[in-house]
């Protein structure tokens, strides 16, 4: 079954430095999304894609937050100065169209800023 | 109005027996209600989901529940067993948008 694949898989920065998450989506979806979860928390939409655009983002998705798909295959969340309270579990997600399918996440990326 | 209010926090269930996780929403909206089951360590992954024109859905074990008029919807675990322990989260996508809105999510633990 095909599925949204996520690098790394656990990551540890310094406060303040840039970090990508990296994400594959299901080669024939066509919106791409970023959520993510706190510990112990609900999970969180951060921003939708679709045509190599934003298509909706949230307020957590600040001037720190960016997003591209750089080659075609590739969805990239970039967090340009982590802060403490970016540790959390990001995870990718694609869907092949807007009405009648849901999404499919990846199992995620673990940010921990120190 | 964007929020989806979900009940019980946690929840535990002897083997065998049915497991109700709750949801309500505000926003009229919503056009597509689907469920997630999470592992811990992995990903949310869609176990069932539902539309407002239908009040039950059921595959297999798993049925979700639709009340239109009292904006609220259900997931029914019929014969939990251990392995259904994980956390349960509802959620509603708004038909104008791309976004989905999760609940804040149930623990389901299943005793053997």
């Known amino acids: 079954e095909p599925e949204v694949t996520q690098t790394p898989s656990h990551q540890v920065t310094q406060m303040g430095q840039e970090v990508i998450l990296r994400c594959v989506p299901i080669?024939?979806?066509?919106?791409f999304y970023w959520y993510r979860q706190i510990l112990g928390q609900k999970v969180e939409f951060l921003v939708s894609f679709y045509n190599n655009e934003i298509s909706e983002k949230s307020e957590i998705f600040d001037d720190q937050f960016s997003v591209e798909r750089p080659d075609g295959s590739n969805f990239t969340l970039k967090i340009r100065s982590t802060k403490l309270e970016d540790s959390a579990m990001y995870f990718c997600a694609s869907q092949t169209e807007r009405s009648g399918n849901t999404i499919y996440f990846g199992e995620g990326s673990w940010l921990t800023v120190v | 109005q964007q929020q989806v209010k979900q009940s019980p926090q946690s929840l535990i269930v002897q083997k065998g027996g049915i497991s109700i996780i709750n949801c309500a929403y505000e926003?009229?909206?919503?056009?597509?209600f689907p469920w997630y089951q999470q592992f811990p360590g992995k990903g949310p992954a869609l176990l069932i989901a539902?539309?407002?024109?239908?009040s039950e859905k059921k595959e297999g074990r798993f049925t979700i529940s639709f009340n239109k008029s009292a904006k609220q919807f259900s997931l029914h675990i019929m014969d939990s067993q251990p392995g259904d322990s994980a956390t349960y989260f509802c959620?509603?996508?708004?038909?104008?948008?791309?976004?989905?809105?999760f609940g804040t999510g149930t623990r389901l633990k299943v005793l053997a």
């Open positions: 080669s024939n979806h066509l919106y």
């Open positions: 539902i539309r407002p024109d239908v």
């Open positions: 959620a509603a996508r708004n038909s104008g948008t791309y976004k989905y809105i």
């Open positions: 926003n009229t909206a919503f056009d597509y």
